[in-house]
T-cell receptor, first 112, second 114 residues
Framework: GQNIDQPTEMTATEGAIVQINCTYQ??????LFWYQQHAGEAPTFLSY????GLEEKGRFSSFLSRSKGYSYLLLKELQMKDSASYLC?????????????FGKGTKLSVIP | DTEVTQTPKHLVMGMTNKKSLKCEQH?????MYWYKQKAKKPPELMFV???????INESVPSRFSPECPNSSLLNLHLHALQPEDSALYLC?????????????FGQGTRLTVV
């Protein structure tokens, strides 16, 4: 089975930096995704890590350590519009296809 | 075109109705998915189609019946649903092979069963 853990809620101040952690235990691991989801909307892709290390994309960075089953999403220069749920999702091989299992999501509130 | 299009956006149906949700993508993706998302919960996988064949059925009740008429279309047929089936139904697609399996999501159908 797949087990993914991330904090339920976080609060950070506008302009600050926040790190959202994700730990996972899975078989057939391919890679790890981070998605952003605003209330009532579909998830949108933020980043993908398949190898160890840091991937940077503008204000967002994501880190992966496969040996530790650990990832984090780093958001810099926080803006009010970054208030959303952030979903960690693990891609793994199963039954002849690739699947995506989501963590429960971290609800981030950005305050002035 | 990097869109996954779902129709309808909203659906209200009675417990005796039969309705269908539709999903379409033109990215040449060979894997398509149905997810169900309840309020304040993560998306939960329901079905996976790989190369137009059902490869995963996550113990979903038979009142949900998926169909993949061709590589671009995915339907979810609904019959005799219960109020607890009210949720956001998300369709997604991915290349279906290789390591980069980023899933593109549609905007979802918000279903209310009355």
């Amino acid at each position: 089975g797949q087990n993914i853990d991330q904090p339920t809620e976080m609060t950070a101040t506008e302009g600050a930096i926040v790190q959202i952690n994700c730990t996972y235990q899975t078989s057939g691991f391919n890679g790890l995704f981070w998605y952003q989801q605003h209330a009532g909307e579909a998830p949108t892709f933020l980043s993908y890590n398949v190898l160890d290390g840091l991937e940077e994309k503008g204000r967002f960075s994501s880190f992966l350590s496969r040996s530790k089953g650990y990832s984090y999403l780093l958001l810099k220069e926080l803006q009010m519009k970054d208030s959303a749920s952030y979903l960690c999702a693990v891609s793994y091989s199963g039954a002849g296809s690739y699947q995506l299992t989501f963590g429960k999501g971290t609800k981030l509130s950005v305050i002035p | 075109d990097t869109e996954v299009t779902q129709t309808p956006k909203h659906l209200v149906m009675g417990m005796t109705n039969k309705k269908s949700l539709k999903c379409e993508q033109h990215m040449g993706h060979r894997a398509m998915y149905w997810y169900k998302q309840k309020a304040k919960k993560p998306p939960e996988l329901m079905f996976v189609y790989s190369y137009e064949k059902l490869s995963i059925n996550e113990s979903v009740p038979s009142r949900f019946s998926p169909e993949c008429p061709n590589s671009s279309l995915l339907n979810l047929h609904l019959h005799a649903l219960q109020p607890e089936d009210s949720a956001l139904y998300l369709c997604a697609s991915s290349p279906g092979q290789g390591l980069n399996t980023e899933a593109f999501f549609g905007q979802g159908t918000r279903l209310t069963v009355v």
